[in-house]
């Protein structure tokens, strides 16, 4: 039970079902702060994503970047209250590079994803992926100019 302790930051009463409980609802608490800190008018980021896809295929891309923009704020706001090792998700910063770069608005792209750099990264190929991603992105910049 050390770990837990240790995890909920405070010291729990020794019967092990108060225990176990005190610290289910601790972290039900805490996953629903989270969850609550990614979320817009109550719909979680991660409920907006057929929305974009969507779009994307209709092409209507400035209500996309609308909305993955709202999205990109709502992962770094639940990043933010993750704390230390909760990254932002990379989906919607790819997303809005690829629109920003298929109307060649290569600026942008370059803004979005060096936002992206910016941030705490959650495990995966994704980080990999945008650096790469910038590097071509800087260069169209360079050649536009």
Do not use: F
């Not at 609308?66 to 090792?85: C, H, P």
């Not at 809005?96 to 979005?112: D, F």
């Amino acid at each position: 039970m050390g770990w837990l302790r240790k995890l909920l930051g405070k010291e729990l009463v020794s019967d092990k079902t108060n225990c176990v409980r005190v610290a289910v609802d601790d972290i039900n608490s805490r996953m629903s702060q989270i969850k609550k800190a990614g979320s817009v008018d109550g719909v979680h980021y991660t409920d907006s994503v057929e929305k974009i896809k969507e779009l994307k295929r209709l092409g209507r891309h400035d209500e996309a970047i609308e909305l993955l923009l709202q999205t990109v704020n709502s992962t770094e706001k639940e990043s933010k209250a993750g704390g230390k090792g909760w990254g932002v998700a990379p989906w919607y910063y790819e997303q809005l590079a690829i629109i920003y770069r298929k109307e060649k608005r290569y600026a942008e792209e370059v803004s979005i994803l060096e936002r992206y750099e910016a941030q705490p990264k959650a495990p995966g190929v994704g980080p990999v992926k945008l650096a790469e991603r910038l590097i071509r992105a800087r260069l169209l910049v360079s050649k536009s100019s």
